[in-house]
Each structure stands twice: as structure tokens, then as C-alpha cells.
């Protein structure tokens, strides 16, 4: 148990389907990010959120659009995804970002049909 | 933009061998992080690397940061069964006001008892 919890833990949706992923830390931190993990590619910086503010934003499309209402939350809104879009989402905390060891929740395993 | 280079990419050994990951950046990182991940679990974080040529050392593993800031390596002495799952090195670029991480593709090591 890291102290940053994720859900779903699994989550099946169609390509027409709005879903929205989870994730809250408990460790008192102040950046949150989210990570896509497909099979044979490193982990995807998604978004970077440093006191409640986005800072990176790594061209991701806008069919995923995040959420950050306080620092110890963060949401991942779906909306018309693509089968490639299929993989582990996973969210992390840091104290703040810049040289500060990240933290992972458990991920949401999505697969899009 | 950044890479992250890690190599090799999988790696079997007898329990009891040595195992060496390798990492290389494209561009002179603040710090250099590492991380294990299980099969089925999540990155955990390892160990952080500041200076220049540093060597930390964690009972049997081993973490070096090149003189030059721009490669690391994670060395893992007399591997056992728990050593199984996926390292991953993760460099942070302080270009800019914006800090970055990015993970290398993983080294997968398995171990045959």
C-alpha cells in the first residue's frame, strides 16, 4: 500500500462510452501525474499537476481530459476512445515535482472494444 | 525531445548470477531515479541519483550516475527469486520552470531458481 489508491481497478468501455478514472493520495503531496503503461513501450507522461495546477501537458489527445479539483485528488475523463487506447493508467504523487521520488497508485486496466 | 535509452530490454538468469541494467540519456539529466515494478504490480521507487559519478549501494544492488550525468547503471549482486520484475530508470530534465521524468522502456529480469 503506497498511500495513493486508483479506481476502477478494471474498467471495459465501447468507443462511444464517457468514463471517468480515479485516483486519491493520502501521503499529503502537492503533484500529481498521470502515466499510460502499453506493452513494449515505456511508461507515457500524461499530465503533470503541481499544486492543483497543470504543468505538462505531453500532447496528449483530447479525448482525455484531466482533473485536478484539490491536491490530494485527480480524475481522467474518457470520452470516444480508441482501441489503442487500451492500458494501464497509472497515477502517481510526488511532495512537489522536480527531483522528488513519485509514488504509484495500483492503475486502472482499461480496455476499450 | 528527451530519451531515455535502457538496455537490454529483458534478461534470464540462474539464481545466484550477477545482473546489470544499463541506462543513457540523450541530454545531461538533473537526477536520475530507478524503479522496480512487479509483474502484475506497480513501479515502487528505488533509489534517487544527484551528483556527478555517484554510487549508492542497497544491500545486494548497486546504483551508479555517470560523470557526465547522461547515463546510470543498476547492478544487483547474487540475484535471488525476489529480484523478479521490470527495472525501470526514469530521467529528470530541470530545463526550464517545468521538471519532466522519463522512464527508459524496462529491463525485464527473470530468474530461474
Known amino acids: 500500500e503506497t498511500g495513493v489508491t486508483q479506481t476502477p481497478r478494471h474498467l471495459v468501455m465501447g468507443m462511444t462510452n464517457k468514463k471517468s478514472l480515479k485516483c486519491e493520495q493520502h501521503l499529503g503531496h502537492n503533484a500529481m501525474y498521470w502515466y499510460k503503461q502499453s506493452a513494449k513501450k515505456p511508461l507515457e507522461l500524461m499530465f503533470v499537476?503541481?499544486?492543483?495546477?497543470?504543468?505538462e501537458n505531453n500532447s496528449v489527445p483530447s479525448r482525455f481530459s484531466p482533473e485536478c479539483p484539490n491536491s490530494s485528488h485527480l480524475f481522467l475523463h474518457l470520452h470516444t476512445l480508441q482501441p489503442e487506447d487500451s492500458a494501464l493508467y497509472l497515477c502517481?504523487?510526488?511532495?512537489?515535482?522536480?527531483?522528488?521520488?513519485?509514488?504509484f497508485g495500483p492503475g486502472t486496466r482499461l480496455t476499450v472494444t | 525531445g528527451q530519451q531515455v535509452m535502457q538496455i537490454p530490454q529483458y534478461q534470464h538468469v540462474q539464481e545466484g548470477e550477477d545482473f546489470t541494467t544499463y541506462c543513457n540519456s540523450s541530454t545531461t539529466l538533473s537526477n536520475i531515479q530507478w524503479y522496480k515494478q512487479r509483474p502484475g504490480g506497480h513501479p515502487v521507487f528505488l533509489i534517487q541519483l544527484v551528483k556527478s559519478g555517484e554510487v549508492k549501494k542497497q544491500k545486494r544492488l548497486t546504483f551508479q550516475f555517470g560523470e557526465a550525468k547522461k547515463n546510470s547503471s543498476l547492478h544487483i549482486t547474487a540475484t535471488q527469486t525476489t529480484d523478479v520484475g521490470t527495472y525501470f530508470c526514469?530521467?529528470?530534465?530541470?530545463?526550464?520552470?517545468?521538471?519532466?521524468?522519463?522512464f527508459g522502456k524496462g529491463t525485464l529480469l527473470t530468474v530461474n531458481p
Open positions: 526514469a530521467g529528470e530534465n530541470s530545463g526550464g520552470s517545468n521538471y519532466k521524468l522519463t
Open positions: 502517481a504523487s510526488s511532495a512537489r515535482t522536480g527531483g522528488y521520488e513519485q509514488y
Open positions: 499537476y503541481n499544486f492543483k495546477e497543470q504543468t
